[in-house]
């Protein structure tokens, strides 16, 4: 069920980072050059003020590939919290969004910004004292931008169709 992106982006900004609270991720999903889809999941997406956005790219190595050959991308983040799940089956109805797809092209791949870079670290600095923290999430330089242009909440009967 597609959705006004620029009415709702504020929205699904919310939906986002809730989504990030219980899963810790994204999945990105693109197509190589044989037309085969294949999915990425991002824990470094961040979503920008205006229907932008950039993950970090360091293992991001499919992305970077499928590319070249084609910029079309689609972000799934669904809101895997066991309470709003529970909450929502009681009700008989979601109050917010289970998930969102948003529909977009990769632009550019370029340096953080000390802004991007310290949005990061606030992300996982729960993680810092774990001793996997300093080898995934150290060297974290490089972002590609993304500009998303569609957005669709996902579908769930009855239960979705007021939100």
């Known amino acids: 069920m597609e959705?006004?992106?620029?009415?709702?982006?504020?929205?699904?900004r919310t939906h986002f980072?809730?989504?990030?609270?219980?899963?810790?991720?994204?999945?990105?999903?693109?197509v190589n050059k044989e037309n085969q889809?294949?999915?990425?999941?991002?824990?470094?997406?961040?979503?920008?003020d205006n229907q932008t956005g950039f993950y970090f790219e360091k293992f991001a190595t499919k992305l970077k590939?499928?590319?070249?050959a084609n910029k079309n991308i689609c972000v799934l983040a669904v809101n895997s919290s066991k309470w709003f799940w529970l909450?929502?089956?009681?009700?008989?109805?979601?109050?917010?969004?289970?998930?969102?797809?948003?529909?977009?092209?990769?632009?550019?791949?370029?340096?953080?910004?000390?802004k991007e870079a310290?949005?990061?670290?606030?992300?996982?600095?729960?993680?810092?004292r774990l001793k996997g923290s300093k080898y995934l999430w150290q060297d974290m330089c490089e972002i590609r931008e993304i500009k998303f242009t569609k957005a669709e909440?996902?579908?769930?009967?009855?239960?979705?169709?007021?939100?």
């Open 37 to 48: 889809p294949t999915v990425t999941p991002i824990g470094s997406l961040f979503l920008n």
């Open 153 to 163: 909440k996902i579908n769930l009967g009855k239960m979705t169709k007021e939100n």
């Open 118 to 128: 310290r949005a990061f670290q606030r992300r996982v600095r729960q993680t810092k």
């Open 87 to 114: 909450k929502s089956l009681f009700k008989m109805k979601f109050d917010e969004y289970a998930g969102v797809k948003l529909y977009g092209e990769l632009g550019i791949k370029r340096e953080a910004t000390e």
């Open 3 to 12: 959705i006004n992106i620029k009415e709702n982006w504020q929205k699904i």
């Open 65 to 68: 590939s499928n590319e070249k």
């Open 17 to 30: 980072s809730k989504s990030f609270g219980a899963n810790m991720h994204v999945s990105i999903a693109s």
